[in-house]
């Protein structure tokens, strides 16, 4: 009782490799069974578009999740400014938008590739800093497709599979929660990219800019490998 309950089909081959992919829906999800891919102690790297000293990016993979730590360094906070023309043009194709496009981004290495289908981010969210006012908004997630005969095989959209009605397919749109948990098609990996497309605290400055800041906790990458039972102890 209480157990995960999988359902898994075959999957067909991707980009040659010969390998297969299991898909697995669960019926619950504790993190601290599975191992976390992402977290520096397990050799996972962070990337961003900008970094702040003040509020470095190595905070997204130390495993501290605590936003009322915020204002004493945790987390990754970048201040952004954008044409408003920009930000509705882009806003009109996310489906493909390259990270350049995005108000920031960060890159997840893993120290070698994995299959994963979930990602959980946490984006800020205290008392004094609550998501639906200063938290992330709007995501897109992208993958490269690992290949070792492909020297850069490009970003590729992720296919959420737990997408309800006004979502999009490839991240995650009107968030107002501190904890944002996607699960999708799995996919092998070792750098994910997710780019930032809005945030609840923006705000138009003078008549065609807008300003804000994205402030993000922590990012946690899983697939199906458990924790050992004396690591699960640990927490």
């Known amino acids: 009782m209480g157990r995960s309950v999988f359902i898994i089909l075959l999957l067909p081959m991707l980009s040659g490799c010969l390998w297969s992919e299991y898909l697995f829906v669960e019926t619950s999800f504790r993190p601290e069974e599975f191992v976390n891919y992402a977290l520096q102690s397990n050799g996972g790297r962070v990337r961003v578009s900008e970094d702040n000293p003040e509020h470095p990016a190595s905070t997204l993979i130390n495993g501290i999740k605590d936003s009322n730590l915020w204002d004493q360094g945790e987390g990754w906070e970048l201040p952004y400014s954008i044409s408003l023309i920009l930000w509705q043009d882009n806003m009109r194709r996310v489906i493909d938008m390259p990270a350049v496009e995005s108000l920031g981004w960060v890159i997840i290495d893993l120290p070698e590739p994995k299959l994963i289908n979930r990602i959980v981010i946490y984006t800020i969210n205290s008392k004094e800093y609550p998501a639906a006012r200063y938290g992330v908004k709007n995501l897109v997630i992208q993958y490269k497709p690992y290949n070792p005969r492909i020297s850069n095989p490009g970003w590729f959209a992720i296919e959420r599979i737990d997408r309800i009605r006004g979502q999009p397919i490839n991240g995650v749109r009107d968030n107002k929660s501190g904890v944002i948990d996607v699960r999708f098609k799995p996919v092998y990996t070792q750098s994910i990219m997710i780019s930032i ?24 990458v899983y697939g199906r490998e458990r924790r050992s039972k004396g690591e699960e102890e640990l927490f």
Not at 203 to 216: A, N, S
């Open 197 to 220: 497309q809005d945030t609840n605290d923006m705000k138009r400055v003078r008549t065609f800019y807008l300003e804000g800041k994205i402030r993000l906790l922590e990012i946690e």
